[in-house]
């Protein structure tokens, strides 16, 4: 099972893909969709969802796996950040994936053990649990962490 | 020139299509795209923008106005308000549309001549400028209201 885990922003979106099907996860790709700041924003949505779109076409995945967004603080970037979400569900649907949405303390409990964990944190952990060579970046971390996710609920114990 | 007006929303999104090549703009269509709210939001945003894809493929407009969103109280509104005002940005540049968009209180400054009109002012303007035999629905109002916004900023002096 291959699952595609996507950290969506109106800037950077992160993006990682891992293969479930064998006994521990293994990494299989990561890294970022960018969006060009001085483009107006319809054209960086574009950009996510063909980014997106491409992902897909080319690793197949059977699930997207994506935070859940609760209590923004600020409502004018809950809003873009709403936008580059929808686009990525979109997508998903589109391609007839299953939307998996994990809770951002469900995501560095199950990766870091702490609900509250710091950002270096979980980029520390998703690089030892998937062996990787180097930390990844941030915002592919945390898609890879969403990733990680929905293989350790969806096949309980299989991870940690 | 037609005009595409979009009133996105995670239930009911409204639009509008006008006809803004002669002197005055004319009436196309309007109406709402329902989501089905049983269903995951991924589908219901794969709805919306299927919806606007068929208005797009259907009226062929070269632009698509919509509502601009500032500083909305609720942030998780904010956020599923966004998640569909993506898909729609998202559709409308991949068709190579000219995204348009307008603040709530110019748009009612267009139409109904006072920046904080009622709902029920817009839809009656609405009519009254497009001739409609009856009052359009609320949100199909608000997408009509859009697309007279930009066929008038356009061509400064020919709606009002």
Redesign the interface.
Known sequence: MIILGIDPGSRITGYGVIDASGRRPQYVDSGCIRMKTDE????R??T??QGVDQLIALYRPEVLSIEE????????S??????????V??A???AELI?AEYAATRIKQTVVGRGHAAKEQVQHMVQSLLKLNRKPQADAADALAAALTHAFHSKLGGLV
């Open positions: 107006p924003m319809a054209n949505l574009l996510i969802f967004v609760f209590l923004h603080k600020n409502p004018q809950a809003l873009k950040l709403g936008q580059a979400r929808g686009v569900m979109c998903a649907a589109m939307v």
